[in-house]
C-alpha cells in the first residue's frame, strides 16, 4: 500500500520559535497532499489543502501566514508553524493522494509548544 | 449541526463479537465514503473506500452506505483485541476534501 512519512514525529519548542514539519510520499507521487491538525479527543480537521508548484489553499479560520505549506515536489510537502504559541500544541497530520483517488496519511507529528 | 455525526463511543465488546459503527451525515452532495482505523497516536489507516450507495466486503470488515438515509456503516466479524482502536467516518463530495466523524474509540478484550 502507499506509504507516506512525517518528520519529526515529536517536537518540542519554545514559544515564538518556528517549527517546520515535512511530510513525503515514499512510493508514489502525489499530486495533492493535505494538512490536518487534531486536538486529544476530536477529529481531524483540514488547515490546507496544496497542489506541487501551486500556493496552498487554507481552509476558512486557518492563517496562512502563520502555516506556511510549500510543495515543492510531487514527493514532499512541508509545514511551517512560525511563532508558534501554546495553543498551536497539537498533532498534526498529513496525508497524499494521486489524481484524486484516496488518501493516504502520514504518522503525524506532535507538537508541543512550551 | 455537524455535517458528520458519529457517536465517540466508548464501545467495549468480548472477543468474537460483531462490531457495528454508524455515521450520519446531512449533505447530499457527499458520494465518497471512507472508514479509518486510528491507533493512539499514529496517523489513520484507511480501512474501506466505497464510492455512492451499496456494500463492500474486505476480510472481516463490511462497509454499507445508504444515501437514502444518509447513513453509513461499517461491520467487523470475529472482533479482535488487536481491533481496538478509534474508527473514523469519513466523506466528500469530489474524493478530495475529506469531512471526518469524531470517530468511534473501540475496545475488544479477551
Known amino acids: 500500500g502507499a506509504v507516506v512519512s512525517q518528520h519529526p514525529s515529536w517536537v518540542i519548542c519554545k514559544s515564538g520559535t518556528s517549527v517546520k514539519i515535512e511530510c513525503r510520499s515514499l512510493?508514489?507521487?502525489?499530486?495533492?497532499m493535505f494538512w490536518y491538525r487534531q486536538f486529544p479527543k476530536q477529529s481531524l480537521m483540514l488547515m490546507a489543502t496544496s497542489n506541487e508548484g501551486s500556493k496552498a489553499t487554507y481552509e476558512q479560520g486557518v492563517e496562512k501566514d502563520k502555516f506556511l505549506i510549500n510543495h515543492a515536489s510531487l514527493t514532499l510537502s512541508t509545514l511551517t508553524v512560525t511563532s508558534a504559541h501554546p495553543e498551536d500544541s497539537s498533532f498534526y497530520i498529513c496525508?497524499?493522494?494521486?489524481?484524486?483517488?484516496?488518501?493516504?496519511f502520514g504518522p503525524g507529528t506532535r507538537l508541543t509548544v512550551l | 449541526q455537524k455535517e458528520v455525526e458519529q457517536d465517540p463511543g466508548p464501545l467495549s465488546v468480548p472477543e468474537g463479537a460483531i462490531v457495528s459503527l454508524n455515521c450520519t451525515y446531512s449533505n447530499s452532495a457527499f458520494q465518497y465514503f471512507m472508514w479509518y482505523r486510528q491507533y493512539s497516536r499514529k496517523g489513520p489507516e484507511l480501512l474501506m473506500y466505497t464510492y455512492s450507495s451499496g456494500n463492500k466486503e474486505d476480510g472481516r470488515f463490511t462497509a454499507q452506505v445508504d444515501k437514502s438515509s444518509k447513513y453509513i456503516s461499517l461491520f467487523i466479524r470475529d472482533s479482535q483485541p488487536s481491533d481496538s482502536a478509534t474508527y473514523l467516518c469519513?466523506?466528500?463530495?469530489?474524493?478530495?476534501?475529506?469531512?471526518f466523524g469524531t470517530g468511534t474509540r473501540l475496545q475488544v478484550f479477551p
Open positions: 512510493d508514489f507521487q502525489a499530486t495533492t
Open positions: 469519513a466523506m466528500s463530495e469530489r474524493s478530495d476534501k475529506l469531512i
Open positions: 496525508s497524499a493522494s494521486l489524481k484524486g483517488k484516496e488518501q493516504f
